[in-house]
Nanobody, 129 residues
Framework: QVQVVESGGGLVQAGESLRLSCITS????????MAWFRQAPGKEREGISC????????EYVDSVKGRFTISRDNAKNTLYLQMNNLKPEDTAMYYC??????????????????????WGQGTQVTVSS
């Protein structure tokens, strides 16, 4: 049975930092690319960062570049998202996703349902101004 569980969300003030974690079980974590998505109320789900199976490369959407860092520890089956200089517009539910492939495809950010096979339940991040 595959499990994907996010943690680390919370309520912070603008400019502060949070680190999200995503631990998986029941699958060969080290074989797959991983990503973080987020969804704010009334908005579509947004892919924000993706990392290759061996952490050899990672990608970010423009809105988080320079502020967020994705990483993974394959020995611990865990994915991370370090979020610095948080802004009120970062407020959303954050989701971890397991890719079908070992790399981030060209459409990873825009077609999450096609590119990712397993999803967590999410962790809420709220940034106050």
């Amino acid at each position: 049975q595959v499990q994907v569980v996010e943690s680390g969300g919370g309520l912070v003030q603008a400019g502060e930092s949070l680190r999200l974690s995503c631990i998986t079980s029941g699958l060969p974590f080290a074989d797959f690319a991983m990503a973080w998505f987020r969804q704010a109320p009334g908005k579509e789900r947004e892919g924000i960062s993706c990392i290759r199976y061996n952490a050899g490369s990672s990608e970010y959407v423009d809105s988080v570049k320079g502020r967020f860092t994705i990483s993974r520890d394959n020995a611990k089956n865990t994915l991370y998202l370090q979020m610095n200089n948080l802004k009120p517009e970062d407020t959303a539910m954050y989701y971890c996703a397991v890719a079908w492939k070992d790399h981030c495809t060209g459409s990873w950010a825009t077609d999450g349902s096609f590119n990712f096979r397993y999803w967590g339940q999410g962790t809420q991040v709220t940034v106050s101004s």
